[in-house]
């Protein structure tokens, strides 16, 4: 859901996954598909961080747009200059300016594709997750409500473990 704020902000250290396909290769929800290619620029941009299931430091989550800054070595020194930038924000000159040219894109944004169709298209998409053939949602989703760590490293994480050679002899 961060997707769907103006700013995103990150303490210094974070690690982002910015993905559900760990989650059962769950394909996801919230209007994701609206909101990250906005969010990083492109379909393509987001694809592959929702494809390749990558981890991502703050430095290289700030660099393909994911978030607008990261700053704070501590909680408490995030939260302080988190509540500073959205009450500097809060007190520009031209903050209705900037709320109405949010409500323009959002217009032309409805106009193009209604933000019911992302919704549907997502829906669709997470019922086979749900009812499919797969049960790796299911299995991903019981083993984190019951905090039930991963055995191992994932496979697209590990892909030193499985050389060419083995996949495809010969």
């Avoid at 492109?42 to 989550?61: C, D, F, M, W």
């Avoid at 903050?95 to 106009?111: G, M, P, S």
Wanted: net charge positive; aromatic share 12%.
């Amino acid at each position: 859901m961060a997707l769907a704020t103006d700013h995103v902000f990150a303490r210094t250290g974070l690690v982002l996954n910015p993905h559900y396909k760990s989650m059962g290769n769950l394909f996801g929800s919230e209007y994701w598909t609206y909101s990250l290619p906005r969010k990083v620029g492109s379909e393509e941009r987001a694809t592959s961080l929702t494809e390749k299931r990558l981890p991502l430091g703050v430095v290289e989550a700030k660099a393909v747009g994911l978030i607008e800054d990261f700053f704070g070595t501590t909680s408490d020194d995030f939260l302080a200059q988190v509540k500073l930038r959205a009450e500097t924000l809060a007190n520009r000159a031209d903050y209705e300016e900037i709320v109405e040219r949010k409500n323009l894109t959002r217009a032309a944004d409805e106009l193009k594709r209604p933000l019911e169709a992302y919704r549907a298209r997502e829906m669709e998409q997470m019922k086979f997750n749900f009812y499919g053939f797969d049960p790796s949602y299911h299995v991903a989703r019981y083993n984190f409500v019951h905090r039930i760590p991963h055995s191992r490293t994932p496979r697209h994480l590990a892909k030193h473990r499985f050389p060419v050679s083995r996949i495809n002899p010969g």
